[in-house]
């Protein structure tokens, strides 16, 4: 098959929710579909199957939580489908930014009954800043929520994004008869024992039934009818640009609403996308030579084993096993054997791969995140963002005899992009920042297992951080407890602010002093 065949052939998308929202279930669903998988569970069984053994799991075990972003690929409907998952907890972190730069589209899972919620506002923002297709998937209609007008209103207004719904849904909880699917014309029942019932152009019954006395039906068309008249008009362009969001209404875990949604998903979810290099050149995805970049690196995946998972996502070309790839950084060229592909319940050596599609290659720390891997070596693309980071501790050795072994660490870790360093302007003490709580156990924990070195923590807690156009003008009078000066690994100032009020106290008092924020 040709290059732009096998681009057409392929989707990859991120699955973002806040915990809880059923995220998992409907990842489950979509691979069911997919014949991924064959029974239930196995996706939730990953938490507790064959990777328990490892010590990187232990963390995750003890908070219950899933660290890992995984990656999975499916065929539905002659296409290759690449889900990346995006760790589901308050405590997420830069990782999970990152996966966002490594997708065409974004599936955003809303629990009916509490609407947008924090985390899911955070990534989506992340989303809207690529201007990547969002598609949104309303859940657990089963059970009773908030009315979907009141929710298409806080999808629009929370996160500034028009709505188009696909499907509309008739009742719900209790009295949750289905869904309308908008463009074909039909009622999907929710019901095993009830069939499709086809509707005409104004959403009449084509054949009789007696949900047509129902109040949740004639509702549910007047919604609908009002939908039509006065709602966006489709619009494949916004939608490619992520300003209009096409919403599906489902229970993931009765797999109800997910094929309506997978089908449209696959209609109108874009193909593998180019990239832009540094020399701002843009590689299209059909372009001859193999190229990809790292978004994240796993570390102790295999805990017989020190080595890292580079998670890459093949831009352009073909990746064949075995080939020789050079790492444009340092302009080595090396045969990379060692390659795999994750399944749902699986990882399998991969022999190739095109744009789209992420693979993972063993790293005895080689890669860092951001590198960019090629035929030639003559392709490097745009650096990935640094997030902002929101928490942050003051770090050393326990034992100050393991100073170096300690530098390293932090030094690897931080390249890695584990966590990110800054230090005090005048002591050089360690400060690391991170935009949640777990990156900081992570580092603990891989200095302790890597490293060996106990490291204390000094919390010194949420800053807001600000980085200064016009360092220049920075004095030292400013620095102070609430405004705390520190320098980043760039030898960049950054101003740490203990809360919201100080900063703009600071900005009231030195107005000349231009501040800004990372992503
Ligand atoms: P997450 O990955 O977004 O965190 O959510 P997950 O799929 O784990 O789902 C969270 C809980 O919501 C699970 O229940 C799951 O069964 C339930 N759930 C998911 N989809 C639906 C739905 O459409 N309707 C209803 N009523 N519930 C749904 P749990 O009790 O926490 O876990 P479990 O014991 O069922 O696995």
């Known amino acids: 098959m040709d290059l732009t065949k096998q681009v057409n052939n392929r989707k990859t998308f991120a699955i973002i929710s806040h915990p809880d929202a059923g995220k998992t279930t409907l990842t489950e669903k979509l691979l069911l579909f997919g014949g991924a998988i064959r029974e239930a569970g196995t996706v939730k069984g990953k938490k507790t199957g064959k990777?328990?053994?490892?010590?990187?799991?232990?963390?995750?075990?003890?908070?219950?939580?899933?660290?890992?972003?995984?990656?999975?690929?499916?065929?539905?409907?002659?296409?290759?489908?690449?889900?990346?998952?995006?760790?589901?907890?308050?405590?997420?972190?830069?990782?999970?930014?990152?996966?966002?730069?490594?997708?065409?589209?974004?599936?955003?899972?809303?629990?009916?009954?509490?609407?947008?919620?924090?985390?899911?506002?955070?990534?989506?923002?992340?989303?809207?800043?690529?201007?990547?297709?969002?598609?949104?998937?309303?859940?657990?209609?089963?059970?009773?929520?908030?009315?979907?007008?009141?929710?298409?209103?806080?999808?629009?207004?929370?996160?500034?994004?028009?709505?188009?719904?696909?499907?509309?849904?008739?009742?719900?909880?209790?009295?949750?008869?289905?869904?309308?699917?908008?463009?074909?014309?039909?009622?999907?029942?929710?019901?095993?024992?009830?069939?499709?019932?086809?509707?005409?152009?104004?959403?009449?019954?084509?054949?009789?039934?007696?949900?047509?006395?129902?109040?949740?039906?004639?509702q549910a068309i007047e919604e609908l009818m009002l939908v039509d008249e006065a709602g966006d008009a489709f619009d494949q362009e916004k939608i490619a640009k992520g300003d209009m969001t096409p919403v599906f209404f489902g229970s993931a875990l009765a797999n109800f609403g997910v094929m309506n949604f997978l089908n449209a998903y696959i209609d109108h979810a874009p193909s593998p996308k180019g990239r832009?290099?540094?020399?701002?050149?843009f590689i299209a995805p059909d372009h001859d030579e193999f190229s990809g970049f790292i978004f994240k690196i796993q570390a102790n995946m295999d805990p017989k084993h020190r080595d890292r998972i580079a998670f890459m996502r093949v831009v352009s070309g073909q990746f064949e096993r075995g080939m020789d790839a050079t790492l444009t950084r340092t302009g080595k060229k090396s045969k990379i054997s060692r390659s795999t592909m994750f399944m749902a319940d699986s990882t399998e050596t991969v022999n190739d791969a095109y744009s789209g599609d992420i693979i993972g290659l063993y790293d005895t720390g080689t890669y860092q995140i951001g590198d960019t891997l090629c035929d030639k070596g003559k392709i490097q693309y745009e650096a990935l963002p640094q997030f902002t980071p929101e928490i942050f501790m003051k770090v050393s050795a326990k034992n100050v005899m393991k100073q170096k072994h300690f530098h390293k660490g932090v030094e690897q870790l931080v390249q890695e992009g584990a966590i990110q360093y800054y230090k005090s302007m005048h002591t050089n003490q360690v400060i690391l920042g991170a935009v949640g709580q777990l990156q900081f156990e992570v580092f603990t924990h891989r200095m302790q297992s890597e490293y060996n070195v106990e490291v204390v923590m000094d919390p010194i807690g949420k800053k807001e951080a600000r980085w200064i156009h016009n360092e220049e003008d920075v004095t030292d009078a400013m620095n102070s407890p609430r405004s705390m000066l520190v320098l980043d690994r760039y030898d960049r100032k950054v101003f740490l602010f203990e809360n919201d009020f100080a900063m703009r106290w600071f900005e009231d008092k030195f107005p000349n002093i231009e501040l800004y924020s990372l992503l």
């Open 51 to 218: 990777f328990a053994t490892s010590d990187w799991m232990d963390i995750e075990q003890q908070r219950g939580i899933s660290v890992t972003s995984s990656v999975m690929q499916f065929e539905y409907d002659g296409i290759k489908v690449n889900i990346l998952d995006t760790p589901g907890h308050e405590d997420f972190s830069e990782d999970t930014y990152r996966t966002l730069m490594a997708v065409d589209s974004a599936v955003m899972v809303i629990d009916c009954a509490k609407g947008i919620e924090p985390q899911t506002l955070k990534l989506f923002k992340v989303c809207k800043m690529r201007g990547i297709p969002i598609f949104t998937f309303i859940n657990k209609l089963d059970r009773v929520g908030k009315e979907p007008f009141e929710l298409l209103e806080e999808i629009e207004s929370t996160l500034d994004i028009e709505t188009y719904p696909m499907t509309w849904p008739i009742g719900m909880g209790q009295s949750f008869f289905g869904i309308i699917d908008r463009n074909e014309k039909y009622i999907e029942p929710f019901r095993d024992e009830e069939h499709r019932l086809n509707l005409n152009e104004d959403y009449e019954l084509e054949t009789s039934h007696p949900i047509e006395n129902d109040s949740v039906f004639t």
């Open 276 to 281: 832009k290099t540094v020399d701002d050149e």
